[in-house]
Every structure is written in structure tokens, then in C-alpha cells.
């Protein structure tokens, strides 16, 4: 039964690692009393239908919890105190769901789409982060908090690309996307170019042919 004698944890942030699970960071609610049970995530799969119970976690004085699975999906979470030996419930948390990007790509270009997110942050600004062939991530670019897009140029032929988004939260956690994965080709051909000479050696055949480099 819903009961207001500790509030629920604050949410802070909600971070996708590459393998899609997913980490949840709160405030510590205030327990006057020391009558604290335990915390309970609940999760709700593909944006309709009921909260099920995911994780409960027992420790009082513990701010984050990383739970296996694929969350990538447009799933939601929210969190409640349990109290007095379990027997009473806080009020619900705010309900979140992570960052979620997609991709589309052009000859030389990966079109970045990310949902809003929805916690505070100190700075109010989404950092864009690319790995190119299994390479170290790099920031890109920023994007201010009103922005869900944004276009990246690649100067390769071919690539494997994967990118991701984080934000800043309240205390100093990351809130960050799933990691989207696209092969990048360029199937576009060279610009033309002109012919600057040719010629035939009377001795053996062979041809000598000289032209400008391609602009592109």
C-alpha cells in the first residue's frame, strides 16, 4: 500500500552499457526513523502493460544498481522504499527510460536521432561519442539539451562506426544511450578528371599515361 514515511529514491541517471544493461543512480532518501526495508525497481517492457518487480536491493546506503538484460527497447523504470519490515511502501519515483539513438547513413555521413531525456542535468548538454573500427571513443560534438540530432561526417570509404550519448546528472553520474552500430560505405564514385597526356614507348610498348588527381 502506497505510504509516505521514507519517499521513493530520486532518480538521477540511467546508463546503457554495449552489451544493453542497464545502471540506475539515485539520491539516498532521508530515513529518520531507521525503519528501512529495501529499494524495488520495477520495469515495465515496450511502452504498455503493467510494472513488474526487477531488483531489490537491500542496502540502505547503496546508490546504484546495474541489472543484466536488453534494455535497449523502449522500456521504463521507476523505483519505491519499502519500510517497517517490508510491510509499508513509499510513493513511486518519477518514471524514466534510457536514451535511445538510431541511425541512418549517407555515402559519407551517419545521421544521429536520440530520445529526450527527461532527468536533470548540471549542464544541460548531450556529448556525441564515435568509435571507428573498434577504436577508442572520441567526442565529436555536442548538443544542446532542446536538440535530438545531428549529422557526423566520416572521411573513410568504408567504416564500421558505433556511437553513443551521454548527458550529465545531478551528483556527478552519466546517463547514457545504447550503442548503435552501422557500416558506413561510400558507394558514390570519384569526381572525373582530364587526361593529360599519353604516349607510347617505340622501344618496348609500353604506355605512359598522365592524368590530375580526382577532386574528390
Known amino acids: 500500500k502506497p505510504f509516505a514515511g ?32 529495501s529499494y524495488v525497481v520495477f520495469y515495465q517492457d515496450g511502452g504498455s502493460g503493467p510494472f513488474n518487480q526487477l531488483q531489490t536491493i537491500g542496502n540502505y546506503n547503496s546508490n546504484t544498481v546495474t541489472i543484466a538484460g536488453n534494455f535497449s527497447g523502449t522500456g521504463s523504470f521507476y523505483m519505491v522504499t519499502k519500510f517497517d519490515g517490508g510491510d509499508n511502501t513509499s510513493l513511486p519515483s518519477d518514471t524514466v527510460s534510457p536514451i535511445l539513438i538510431n541511425l541512418v547513413t549517407g555515402n559519407r555521413t551517419v545521421k544521429l536521432n536520440w530520445s529526450n531525456h527527461l532527468l536533470p542535468s548540471p549542464d544541460s548538454l548531450y556529448r556525441l561519442k564515435r568509435s571507428l573500427d573498434g577504436g577508442t571513443w572520441e567526442q565529436v560534438s555536442t548538443a544542446d539539451w532542446v536538440q535530438n540530432t545531428f549529422v557526423d561526417t566520416v572521411n573513410e570509404c568504408q567504416a564500421e562506426l558505433k556511437y553513443q550519448v551521454e548527458i550529465r546528472g545531478v551528483g556527478g553520474c552519466l546517463s547514457t544511450s545504447n550503442v548503435a552500430r552501422i557500416t558506413l560505405e561510400d558507394v558514390a564514385p570519384p569526381n572525373t578528371t582530364n587526361l593529360i597526356c599519353a604516349s607510347v614507348d617505340t622501344a618496348d610498348g609500353s604506355v605512359n599515361i598522365e592524368w590530375l588527381p580526382s577532386s574528390s
Open 6 to 37: 521514507i519517499a521513493p529514491p530520486t532518480l538521477r541517471c540511467i546508463a546503457l552499457d554495449e552489451n544493453d544493461n542497464v545502471t540506475l543512480t539515485w539520491s539516498i532518501p532521508i530515513d529518520s526513523n531507521n525503519s528501512f526495508d
